[in-house]
């Protein structure tokens, strides 16, 4: 397939094009090269040239020719505008931005002022990270774009936003969090300058990143446009902004007015989001944690999955981000877990949560509105959230004598719209001009309800009841000429007019109403003032009536747009209490416990369980999820902080450090965790290496892969951090291994002295916790149990006392030649001094005792003998019990 990040196409010029084919390729020439140009000619999108070719192979659809163009046929290609967004939508996740074109007068109005063609211009240019569409969204995820900008002096930074929310924010980085950061945000679409594509194209992969010239960075280009944009004198009412940040937010602010084809990007005020005020979390780590997507891809089976109960699209994009960006700041995460802890008492929870149900998608309504790609059911959606958030704001009121959460207060206040005097206008005239449910498009008209607008009830029953009208005019006729048989009829050339018989016809003409317009064989047609004036009318009836909608549609677009901060924040108010709800709702059937924060470097767990993996046991219907503590003070051996983790596989080492993670990710998220206690120290970062996998684009192997992790976990871990290592060494020989290993978990305890989980099964580590400080062991224990070997999922202090690696091979379905060889060699290890020697002594693999492979079967020397043919129902099923005892003997 073409690539469609492709940008130094070429495309013909205007010499000899037909007028539309020279309109089309002036658009073309102010498309965009890596944007294929959506052209509007009348029910159709088409495109032309390199684009139809591009567009034809990506969308599976035919490829024809229309016309000639310079002597070359002209390649061409179209989706019907009544289903382009399905198309779009397969174009922007193949990696393609689309430029539509659309028309901009109808043909009457071009043949009007003589032109040849219908004028045409750029609509929008749609990108990964412009959408706004629900049928290009997820409706429970985010989609950001971002820009990276680097100052001269070396200053970094990211800016982000969301055009469907309309979110705007930047934040100071270090070279070091880059990575990290962009992990939190996943953005849809990446702006960098030119030089750094590639590096960029490391942090989030090629296909999200767009380079754009270095002039689109530079710092008072952006203070100007920002100003502008938001009409300020000076940019310190949002924050003391680096170069760096000003030049990210401006380049990110262009981009989005060019995508918006020049028209201003509606967007909130900027919010400077503190440098060091999230959990770092590096793309490694946020993977190997499936926090939002598992290693898949998938959002099932992740530890989002495992607990959103949010019941709100904006509710679940919240709870998203806090997990993605859990905070660092112990007031702002004590405060969300106070008012989870205030819903998770209250009586008042179950009818919130029922409002909550019906609060609709406010953040997206506004943005489809103010940036005119909306319609009356956006309008309806704002009118529904908007009175679900003042029924809510009435359930909040705490009783006499009880106070709210402080931040429940603050946020009971946004939802009380009685309070805002614009908004409160907006909602009763939306309740009584809209219908109960309006259609997508203003441009089909029938959504303003009847009494609303007179005028408008007025040409609709024009429109409507022209046949009951005609028919009134008809009677009054009759009644008037005394002619009984009179008919009101229609046609093309008189329009109305009334037609009697020839022998009628004296008294129509003895009148001065009745006009004589035609005398026929048989009849006679007269035309009317009121007849003219009443064709007129109908005839203009349903325009004025679709006018006169989209003239109130257009009226209550803009009020939006003025109250759209205030809505802003309605939407961000319920979408806090869906996530507190939710979570409340988790916690009390799950039995999750409030974690105790601290500035102190500890990690207490009691009773503690992996969320996803105890959902999922639970789901299945099978046992209960074996809960562990886990212990870590920051110093001395009664509360290590390095532990060493031993114990056979399968036995639920990895389950054990992830779950610990995963309990930091959740408390500074301010949520409930898995445990019956837990007091945990507030991390800035979190490291985690467990997993293998190559990474063949980059030319690493997983070994190479694993180093270049662990190297970041020493290079980067500060006394604050929280790290989990799973297996460090086991990719190389057993000595050099052993060797990295070592000396890592030394690294972890004397340089970077931070909070550690190891899981290693080089038993000669255990002694560490003899020789340092802070060191201790743990297990997970196993038992031998009639000849199986039983997993107990129990964390125990101490070393193991052996892996039981051969016994888990033996399950895995290792032949019973290659577990005997394997407890040969092993005995022969374990019982030399020098395993070098011990290898050295070991006969070949093709010397081995010819009768362990050589063993009969008895089922099968059994089956040999049976003629299925000859055997009764009761001798089979005697048959198939013998055949059973003999598989048992055999696997002793």
Known sequence: MTDPTLSDRQFPSTDGATPMMAQFLTLREETPKDALLFYRMGDFYELFFDDARRAAEALDIALTQRGQHQGEPIPMCGVPAATAEAYLARLIRAGFKVAVGEQLEDPASAKARGAKTVERGLARIVTPGTLTEDSLLEARASNRIAAYAQSASGGMAIAWAEVSTGEFAVSAVEEAQVAAELGALNPAELLVAEEMFISASDWIGQGRVTPLARAKFDAKSAARCLKERFTVDSLDAFGDFSSAETAALGALLDYLELAQAGAPAKLSSPRQIRSGGALLIDPATRASLEIDRTLAGQRKGSLLDAIDETVTAPGARLLSSRLSRPSTDAAEINARLELLAHFLESPKSAAIRERLKAAGDPERALSRLVLSRGGPRDLAALRRTLGEAQNLSAILAPGPGLDLPERLTVLADALNIQGFEGLRALVA????????????????????????????????????????????????????????????????????????????????????????????????????????????????????????????????????????????????????????????????????????????????????????????????????????????????????????????????????????????????????????????????????????????????????????????????????????????????????????????????????????????????????????????????????????????????????????????????????????????????????????????????????????????????????????????????????????????????
């Open 429 to 892: 005239d939306l309740e009584a001009a809209l219908i109960a449910e309006p259609g997508l498009y203003a441009r089909d008209g029938g959504f303003i309800a009847e009494g609303w607008i007179a005028a408008l009830d007025e040409a609709r029953a024009l429109r409507d009841d022209s046949r009951k009208l005609i028919a009134g005019l008809q009677k009054t006729y009759c009644e008037t000429t005394g002619v009984t048989n009179l008919k009101v009829k229609h046609n093309n050339v008189l329009g109305y007019f009334v037609e009697v018989s020839a022998k009628n016809a004296d008294p129509l003409m003895a009148h001065d109403d009745f006009i004589h317009r035609q005398t026929m064989a048989n009849a006679v047609r007269f035309t009317t003032t009121e007849l003219a004036e009443l064709e007129s009318r109908i005839a203009g009836a349903a325009g004025r009536a679709l006018a006169l909608e989209l003239e109130a549609y257009s009226g209550f677009r803009e009020r939006v747009e003025e109250n759209a901060e205030t809505i802003r924040a309605v939407a961000r108010a319920l979408a806090e209490i869906d996530v507190a709800t939710a979570n409340a709702e988790l916690a009390r059937r799950a039995n999750w416990t409030h974690p105790a924060l601290t500035d102190d470097p500890v990690f207490e767990i009691e009773s503690g369980r992996h969320p996803v993996v105890e959902a999922a046991l639970k789901r299945d219907g099978e046992a209960g999820f074996t809960p562990n503590d886990c212990r870590m003070a920051g110093s001395g051996k009664a509360g290590a902080r390095l532990l060493l983790v031993t114990g056979p596989n399968m036995a639920g080492k990895s389950t054990y450090l992830r779950q610990n993670a995963l309990m930091i990710i959740l408390a500074q998220a301010g949520l409930y965790v898995p445990a019956t206690k837990a007091r945990i120290g507030i991390a800035d970062r979190l490291f985690s290496r467990v997993g293998a996998a190559d990474d063949l684009a980059r030319g690493r192997s997983t070994f190479m892969n694993e180093m270049v992790e662990t190297a970041a976990i020493l290079n980067q871990a500060t006394p604050r951090s929280f790290v989990i290592l799973d297996e460090v060494g086991r990719g190389t020989s057993t000595f050099d291994g052993l060797s990295i290993a070592w000396a890592a978990a030394e690294h972890l305890h004397e340089v970077n002295t931070c909070r550690a989980l190891f899981a290693t099964h080089y038993h000669e580590m255990t002694r560490l916790a003899d020789e340092l400080s802070a060191a201790g062991n743990l297990s997970l224990k196993a038992r031998e149990w009639k000849g199986e070997l039983v997993f107990l999922h129990q964390v125990a202090e101490g070393p193991a006392d052996r892996s039981y690696g051969i016994e888990v091979a033996r399950r895995a379905g290792l032949p019973r030649a290659a577990i005997a060889r394997a407890t040969t060699i092993l005995e022969r290890l374990e019982s030399e001094d020098a395993p070098a020697a011990a290898l050295a002594e070991l006969p070949l693999f093709s010397s081995m005792p010819v009768s362990v492979p050589a063993r009969p079967s008895q089922v099968t020397e059994r089956m040999k003998r049976i003629d299925p043919d000859q055997l009764s129902p009761r001798e089979a099923l005697d048959c198939l019990y013998e055949l059973k005892r003999l598989s048992d003997e055999d696997s002793e």
